[in-house]
């Protein structure tokens, strides 16, 4: 098959938004389109190159307060994955990469930083009034029950995080779901992320798509429709059991 036709997944900044592991997930993606028989090419974006146009998939991940802010500085420079997304591409954006797609998170001493807008959410150390405290970090296990729309299995994995994330009133999309286990987006609805269109944020890592190969399907389905299902391998649904076995979390 020729190279025009492979899958172009583009991994954004894993110096920066790498910290947590969540490349990972463009090893996911690719793999199961290789078990398919069917062309991948993963686009590695360095720290400080465009981020290139024509992508189907952009991912991005978790890092620290201060790379987070770069990622948003480089990420701003351009509107390469903006148009991307309204051609029809996918975005998968964890953690920081999250809070980064969204409308503005905190960045350092009372500061709040501009992110791409992507989505309609924005991170705070808190909502709460000032005299309330800041909430502590959110560091454990996450289960989310997704949303019934999705029609995908319990997504597990962990969260490392002090950002909280809101929608924003009257905005676009809905949350990936509720969360069962952990913090999630850390507002009373008790929900997780969000899903506009073929944009998803969350708080999960995992690598997420590694614990939850549905949703790595999903994310391919988005691209090229629906996809020959993929029986193994097995150990993935042994590992996913014990995991809410073991957090009492039952489907
Ligand atoms: N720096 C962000 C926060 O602490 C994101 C952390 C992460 O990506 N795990 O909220």
Redesign the pocket.
């Known amino acids: 098959m020729s190279l025009e036709s492979a899958t172009r997944i583009a991994l954004i900044y894993p110096e920066l938004l790498g910290?947590?592991g969540d490349g990972g997930n463009a090893t996911v993606l690719a793999q199961r389109l290789r078990w398919r028989g069917l062309p991948v090419e993963v686009v590695g974006v360095p720290a400080g190159e465009p981020v290139p146009g024509g992508c189907d998939i952009y991912l991005l991940?978790?890092?620290?307060?201060e790379p987070?802010v770069l990622a948003a500085e480089g990420l701003r420079r351009n509107s390469a994955i903006a148009q991307a997304v309204a051609q029809g591409a996918v975005v998968l954006a964890?953690?920081?990469?999250y809070?980064v797609i969204g409308t503005s998170f905190p960045a350092g001493e009372g500061q709040v930083h501009d992110g791409l807008g992507l989505v309609d959410v924005e991170?705070r150390r808190s909502f709460d009034p000032p005299d309330h405290p800041v909430p502590p970090?959110a560091v454990g296990d996450i289960v989310v029950e997704p949303a019934p729309e999705l029609a995908l299995p319990l997504l597990l994995g962990y969260?490392?995080?002090?950002?909280r994330t809101r929608r924003l009133p009257g905005g676009h999309g809905r949350p990936l779901g509720l969360v069962r286990k952990g913090i999630g987006n850390g507002t009373p609805e008790r929900t997780d992320g969000i899903v506009d269109g073929h944009v998803i944020g969350t708080y999960l890592?995992g690598p997420v798509l590694a614990q939850n190969p549905a949703l790595a399907d999903l994310l391919l389905s988005w691209v090229h429709g629906r996809l020959p299902e993929l029986a193994g391998p097995p150990e993935t649904e042994v590992l996913r059991q014990a995991r809410l076995h073991a957090l009492d979390v039952h489907a």
Do not use: I, W
Not at 61 to 65: A, K, Q
Not at 94 to 97: H, I
């Open positions: 910290t947590y991940g978790g890092g620290e307060d987070q964890v953690c920081a990469g809070q991170t970090r969260e490392n995080h002090g950002g890592h």
